[in-house]
């Protein structure tokens, strides 16, 4: 089932690469927590949108009003699938991904699949001339509804 598994997986990410249209790389900065006007945490990322997947990997988490500063685990980066309305230069995104952690303890039989960490983001967006700057909302979530959290974000990058 596994070897099944690996091998959809693998003509997917052919498939998506071979009708790629556009790859955006940029830098994102999600804020955790808001409470009574100050900024509690902010997770500062990589998200990359390759077709129709993408790749949100955390690198740091920022707490300014402790002045604390650490590195983030690299397995707590999600993948997933993302979903991309152009409107002229501007344009709408919709994205879904899960954990790689929490992949590898499902598949470890650690977690059961209602408790696999999963990002679901919403995005309005601008791309012009190679560069582009989107906000929106994220939701992290599991699937049995137990951690739900929202949160606003903004990534800014380059488009190849």
């Known amino acids: 089932m596994q070897k099944f598994f690996l091998l959809f997986v693998m003509v997917l990410v052919i498939v998506s690469l ?16 808001v409470l009574e006007q100050t900024l509690a945490c902010a997770r500062l990322s990589i998200l990359a949108n390759v077709g129709v997947f993408e790749f949100d990997i955390p690198f740091s988490q920022v707490w300014p009003s402790e002045r604390k500063f650490e590195f983030v685990d690299p397995l707590q980066t999600y993948a997933g699938f993302n979903f ?20 590898i303890d499902l598949m470890a039989g650690k977690i059961q699949g209602w408790d ?8 309005l967006g601008v791309s012009e001339s190679g560069l582009y700057l989107e906000g929106g909302i994220s ?16 990534s800014i990058g380059v488009v190849f």
């Open 18 to 33: 071979s009708m790629a249209v556009e790859i955006d790389l940029g830098v994102s900065i999600e804020v955790k927590q």
């Open 84 to 103: 991309k309305l152009p409107i002229t230069i501007l344009y709408v995104k919709a994205g879904l991904g899960v954990q790689a952690a929490g992949v």
């Open 116 to 123: 696999l960490p999963s990002k679901a983001r919403l995005a």
């Open 139 to 154: 939701l992290g979530f599991t699937p049995a509804l137990d951690n739900l959290f929202f949160c606003p974000y903004a």
